[in-house]
């Protein structure tokens, strides 16, 4: 097997992650009766986008490349949202 195939078989799994995330998304929306959106979304994000981006610096794509490394930046941040709320409810259940 080729670098190429090997490399174009990363890509094509890396986009099957991050587009899991809307149905992800979809299922969570049609559950609660209302748009929400699941941590798993963000954690498929995450997943999704450093393998695409590293799809994409492997392609030497620099729009590709800012794009997913931009949105590897919001991902981790709303994930780091999430655990510092669930942090701060916890603390307010101890004390």
Do not use: C
């Not at 990363?10 to 992800?24: D, E, K, M, P, V």
């Amino acid at each position: 097997m080729t670098p190429e195939k090997i490399w174009l078989g990363i890509g094509f799994s890396a986009q099957a992650l991050f587009s899991a995330r809307f149905l992800i998304q979809w299922i969570a929306s049609e559950k609660a009766g209302r748009s929400v959106v699941p941590v798993a979304f963000w954690f498929l994000s995450l997943l999704g986008g450093a393998l695409l981006l590293a799809y994409a610096v492997w392609r030497r794509d620099p729009v590709f490349i800012l794009g997913q490394g931009t949105g590897l930046i919001i991902y981790s941040r709303n994930l780091y949202f999430i655990h510092r709320e669930k942090r701060a409810k916890q603390g307010a259940h101890r004390g």
